[in-house]
């Protein structure tokens, strides 16, 4: 997981993923978009979506080596995911539009990750 290694100087340059709270520098994506999200959010290259559909206030961390085994993982809904490291709570929604698009074209519910809503079983 050295790929993860985030410098102590390059801390104030994280963001988490506002669709399945990963936690990754600003620059890994923009270089190589949301590990889990990419198919729809296209945060790769776009600086204005990775704006939009990330968040520098986040709270928590949780450092994921195989999410599939993880109770943590299952709990806070991150099992299908790829490993690394996730924001516990992430602030900010998505914009209309991105929601819109995910839930409409891709069949996927949002959940937020601020708290502000909750999963019904």
Not at 25 to 41: K, Q, S, V
Request: hydrophobic residues 30%; contains cysteine.
């Amino acid at each position: 997981m050295s790929e993860n290694y985030v410098a102590p100087g390059q801390q104030r340059y994280l963001r988490a993923c506002m669709v399945c709270s990963i936690v990754m520098t600003y620059a890994r994506f923009r270089d190589e978009g949301c590990p889990n999200c990419e198919e729809f959010l296209h945060l790769q290259g776009s600086p204005d979506q990775i704006d939009s559909c990330t968040s520098q206030v986040f709270e928590g961390l949780i450092t994921l080596a195989d999410p599939t085994k993880s109770w943590v993982a299952k709990w806070q809904r991150l099992d299908k995911y790829v490993r690394g490291v996730y924001a516990t709570k992430v602030s900010g929604q998505l914009p209309d539009d991105v929601r819109t698009t995910i839930e409409e074209e891709y069949r996927i519910t949002y959940i937020p990750r601020d708290g502000s809503a909750t999963e019904a079983d």
